[in-house]
T-cell receptor
Framework: DTEVTQTPKHLVMGMTNKKSLKCEQH?????MYWYKQKAKKPPELMFV???????INESVPSRFSPECPNSSLLNLHLHALQPEDSALYLC????????????FGSGTRLTVV | AQTVTQSQPEMSVQEAETVTLSCTYD???????LFWYKQPPSRQMILVIR??????QNATENRFSVNFQKAAKSFSLKISDSQLGDAAMYFC?????????????FGAGTRLFVKA
């Protein structure tokens, strides 16, 4: 299995809703990432979960919270989002070595209404 | 801080021709890795090619090759025998080997159009 699986593929939520994005990989990668990508822009790092340690991009608002139940799963919990949070959310994973780059999922297209 | 610059927002190439996408970066580090990622309209980003900074030899992967000029901090991607399936957004990326190496910096991207 050489994939990163993200669910759902599309999500529409209201500003008062609570929802979660799910990311799963079975490649034995020890690092997983959440990226946010606006249209025609490069991905922006939100969170890194590596070897049971969470690293946060300090510019990410607290209405986004990551959770890593185990080394194969990475969730992103969403609460009280704003319309400007509408974007493509990409999950990625990587092996321990820097050389291998990232394996990306196909993303969740999030629309906040 | 490191930066990655892709100066060509869009490029166009005729099918079967060769095209070169430019990328420059700025860093004071000596140990790092460079990547090109492809993002087609299907939106999944795919690793195309990678280069270790300590290697002078340019990386190649089938029709894809890079021209890595470390002193000039340049890392261009050459696509030979372009195919319709090469049409995508291409991102150049820099990954530091310090601080755990978990932060990858992406360029703004180059949209490649392939004409039949």
């Amino acid at each position: 299995d050489t994939e990163v699986t993200q669910t759902p593929k599309h999500l529409v939520m209201g500003m008062t809703n609570k929802k979660s994005l799910k990311c799963e990989q079975h490649m034995g990668h020890r690092a997983m990432y959440w990226y946010k990508q606006k249209a025609k822009k490069p991905p922006e790092l939100m969170f890194v979960y590596s070897y049971e340690k969470l690293s946060i991009n300090e510019s990410v608002p607290s209405r986004f919270s990551p959770e890593c139940p185990n080394s194969s799963l990475l969730n992103l919990h969403l609460h009280a989002l704003q319309p400007e949070d509408s974007a493509l959310y990409l999950c990625a994973s990587s092996q321990g070595s820097y050389y291998y780059g990232y394996t990306f999922g196909s993303g969740t297209r999030l629309t906040v209404v | 801080a490191q930066t990655v610059t892709q100066s060509q927002p869009e490029m166009s190439v005729q099918e079967a021709e060769t095209v070169t996408l430019s990328c420059t970066y700025d860093t004071s580090e000596s140990d790092y890795y460079l990547f090109w990622y492809k993002q087609p309209p299907s939106r999944q980003m795919i690793l195309v090619i990678r280069q270790e900074a300590y290697k002078q030899q340019n990386a190649t992967e089938n029709r894809f090759s890079v021209n890595f000029q470390k002193a000039a901090k340049s890392f261009s991607l050459k696509i030979s025998d372009s195919q319709l399936g090469d049409a995508a957004m291409y991102f150049c990326a820099y990954r530091s080997a310090v601080d755990g190496g978990f932060k990858t910096i992406f360029g703004a991207g180059t949209r490649l159009f392939v004409k039949a």
